[in-house]
């Protein structure tokens, strides 16, 4: 078995290697991924001399450099991870959202097609049904809740998933989609609300809060979302979307201030800034799909899971030092500098 990851140096793709490595002594997997900021070889330095795994530097839209591989590999199922994934960045500029992830989707799927791959299995979000109002607890996102999008982010990847399901009713390429609520754990960008406050904090810098703080997020560890995309690839139906969640709904603020509490500091680096534009209310995802179709069920709570990945953090202050050294400085000045 020879699984294409792409994306495989970034948070989630980094994640699912390391999970599939470890559950699939047999399993062959193969990293493509062109390496951007987000992307980090460092996430796989310690898988990197197992033979199971390749890393190959590509961008998913170098449609002849993809061809070349599939035509040299020929994997039985490419897992597509490989995005641009931060809405603050495609508020700021568009343009590579739709070419990464509307072209680059598209790209893998012509190859899957004329390679006859076995599955290609999207990796899409929650963002792509909008929002929800924080008033309505008892409204929550189907896989048939309508597309409704709010970001350049969250339209690209509406617009990828659209492709996805057109590839398989028109070509009949083998595809499933899967959408999953925000995820937090080891590895993640530190552009991303949890890692952000993490660092922040311990760095003595102020707390960004968007707007009033109100806005929720529906969070799942990502340990929980690798074994619901490998239950997918294994049990899951040709042509159909997954949603994952694990019904941990929290505001910005109370994650904040839960994350500030288990660091043991006081809440006074805490500074609301202005809101995000089009900032989406709250996301709630219903998994009874997942649940009563392949038996899914998140495994790590919220508690649990901020404390673990806190302790990551600080146990791995190389990784993200880093990281923060290079271009990050001139993103945080340019995102938070006059907010
Ligand atoms: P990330 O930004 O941490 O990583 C993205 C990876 O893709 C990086 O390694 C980057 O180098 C690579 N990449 C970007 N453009 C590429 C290109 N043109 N060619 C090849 N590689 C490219 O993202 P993430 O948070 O790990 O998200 C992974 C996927 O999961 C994305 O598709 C995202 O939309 C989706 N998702 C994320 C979340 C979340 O909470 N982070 C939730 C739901 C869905
Ligand atoms: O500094 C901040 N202050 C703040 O209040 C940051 C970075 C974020 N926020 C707010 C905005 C959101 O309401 O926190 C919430 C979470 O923000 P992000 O971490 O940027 O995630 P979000 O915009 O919810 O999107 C995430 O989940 C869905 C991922 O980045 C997407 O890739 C995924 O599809």
Request: hydrophobic share 35%.
């Amino acid at each position: 078995m020879k699984i294409f990851v792409t994306g495989g140096a970034g948070f989630i793709g980094g994640n699912f290697i390391h999970f599939m490595l470890t559950k699939y002594p047999d399993t062959k997997i193969v990293c493509l991924d062109s390496l951007t900021y987000a992307g980090n070889l460092s996430t796989l330095k310690s898988v990197e001399t197992n033979t199971n795994l390749q890393f190959i530097k590509i961008d998913i839209t170098d449609r002849k450099g993809i061809f070349s591989l599939f035509e040299a590999e020929k994997p039985n199922v490419v897992v597509n991870f490989a995005a641009e994934s931060h809405v603050d960045r495609s508020i700021e500029n568009p343009d590579i959202f739709l070419k990464t992830n509307i072209l680059g989707t598209q790209v893998l799927l012509d190859a899957c097609r004329k390679y006859g791959t076995e599955r290609f299995h999207q990796i899409s979000t929650d963002e792509v049904y909008g929002d929800l109002p924080l008033d309505r607890p008892d409204l929550l996102f189907k896989e048939d809740t309508p597309i409704q999008t709010s970001s350049p982010y969250s339209a690209s990847k509406a617009s990828a998933d659209l492709l996805v399901q057109a590839y398989h009713r028109t070509f009949g390429v083998p595809v499933t989609i899967s959408r999953c609520s925000n995820n937090y754990g080891p590895y993640q960008f530190p552009e991303k609300l949890i890692p952000l406050t993490i660092i922040n904090i311990l760095a003595g810098k102020p707390l960004p809060i968007y707007g009033t703080g109100q806005n929720v997020r529906d969070w799942l560890h990502v340990d929980d979302h690798c074994a619901a995309v490998d239950l997918i690839l294994n049990k899951g139906n040709i042509g159909e979307i997954y949603n994952i969640g694990g019904h941990n709904e929290r505001s910005n603020i109370e994650v904040v201030k839960t994350i500030i509490e288990i660091l043991g500091k006081g809440q006074e680096l805490i500074t609301y800034v202005s809101d995000r534009k089009g900032h989406d209310l709250r996301y709630a995802i219903n998994p009874a799909k997942i649940q009563n179709d392949m038996g899914w069920k998140p495994t790590t709570s919220f508690e649990e899971g901020i404390e673990k990945t806190i302790a990551w953090y600080l146990d791995n202050r190389k990784w993200w030092e880093e990281i923060i050294s290079g271009e990050y400085q001139t993103y945080y000045s340019k995102m938070y500098g006059k907010r």
